[in-house]
């Protein structure tokens, strides 16, 4: 009895042990993680959609709920992988996962400015003479 009462106190240690290096390396990877997230997170639409990067939603999801074309918010997903913001899709996730808060990243929607949209170099601008 005494043997799995020790047992059972062993494990409770391990996972102490483990939830405590698990805290320690977050802390770690957001702090380093935090000093080039508003390079890479620059729009408050790169903002939305890594808002929404949950593991459940998927690209064309995000793109339903955001209106940002799929290609794009694929090329954000891409530099937030690269820039270690995102996990990749794995057995508990069918989609990447924000690793990340916006407010453990210092981001606030509110502090970023709208992208703007580049123009299809086919189109011309409002008051330009088509030639």
Request: hydrophobic share 35%; proline share 2%.
């Amino acid at each position: 009895m005494a043997d799995k009462i020790d047992t059972a106190q062993e494990i409770m240690k391990i996972r102490q042990d483990i939830t405590d290096i698990k805290m320690y390396l977050r802390i770690t990877a957001v702090t380093a993680a935090r000093s080039i997230a508003s390079t890479i997170i620059n729009t408050k639409e790169k903002a939305i959609v890594y808002e929404k990067i949950d593991g459940e939603n998927s690209q064309y999801k995000i793109e339903s709920l955001t209106k940002i074309p799929q290609r794009t918010i694929s090329r954000w997903t891409d530099d937030f992988l690269r820039a270690g913001f995102v996990s990749p899709p794995n057995q508990e996730y069918k989609y990447c996962k924000a690793l990340f808060t916006l407010r453990e990243l210092d981001i606030a929607l509110t502090d970023l400015k709208q992208r703007k949209i580049r123009q299809d170099r086919t189109t011309k601008s409002v008051g330009e003479k088509l030639r």
